[in-house]
């Protein structure tokens, strides 16, 4: 399905009946994607409220509290109002509301092409197959380590990614640890990114190169063009 047939009427009277679950939403908007093989895509952003976790670096503590309550009819209708392929369901942590599940199932069947930003605490097993997933491993210095959720790495298709967030060195070689260990570069694609503000991105290249592995250095575009400004 294309973008235009996603945003014919009828396309959006085939899914909104059964979108009748709400979602808690703080932000819906449209730039371009920072991350992951998506990156530089025009993008619409679900950017879902809440999330069980506390990572110190978060950049989106803004989202834990607050938004407002929209059913999935709607928030399937201000997409495709904004007329993009691409369609990114993030958060907070979007998996900890129950009816994310079925919205990136009803994007999917509007013909979008979508992504699942998600921290790796919650279960992913349930995410429709056609979802591209993004999943976080949590290191140390975010103070959720204990959180990573490891059989989620059994789930995940060949095409998801593995995105690891490195504040330090100790966070870095926790994570080389965790890679080798779980054969996890042989079975994804393994992003490693610098805090923003934290160790510099130099440092970070330097490392990820010296270890031979197969990491993907990645930094994140749209803090690079508008910093923290949210919804962007």
């Known amino acids: 399905m294309t973008v235009e047939s996603v945003n014919r009427p009828e396309a959006l009277e085939s899914v909104a009946p059964a979108a009748t679950r709400s979602l808690r939403i703080t932000e819906i908007f449209r730039s371009l994607q920072g991350e992951s093989d998506h990156i530089g895509w025009p993008t619409v952003f679900v950017r879902l409220t809440g999330c069980p976790l506390r990572c110190v670096y978060c950049d989106t ?3 834990f509290t607050g938004g407002e309550r929209m059913e999935q009819a709607a928030i399937l209708s201000r997409v495709a109002e904004l007329n993009t392929r691409h369609v990114c369901v993030t958060g907070g942590e979007p998996l900890a ?3 994310c599940v079925d919205l990136l ?3 999917a069947d509007a013909g979008h092409v979508v992504s699942l930003e998600t921290s790796g605490a919650l279960d992913v097993s349930a995410v429709d197959p056609r979802v591209h997933v993004v999943m976080d491993l949590k290191t140390p ?4 380590v204990e959180r990573n959720r490891w059989d989620n790495l059994d789930v995940l298709k060949a ?5 690891v967030v490195i504040g330090s060195r100790e966070d870095f070689d926790w994570a080389v640890a965790r890679v080798r260990e779980h054969h996890l570069t042989e079975r994804f694609a393994v992003l490693f990114s610098p805090v923003f503000g934290g160790i510099t991105p130099t440092q970070l290249a330097d490392w990820v190169l010296e270890t031979g592995l197969e990491i993907r250095f990645q930094m994140q575009l749209h ?3 508008w910093g923290d400004e949210p919804g962007r």
């Open 223 to 225: 803090k690079l063009i």
């Open 97 to 99: 509301q129950p009816g």
């Open 159 to 163: 095409d998801d990614e593995i995105k």
């Open 141 to 144: 210095s975010s103070g959720e």
């Open 61 to 63: 503590a803004y989202a």
């Open 105 to 107: 199932r009803q994007l």
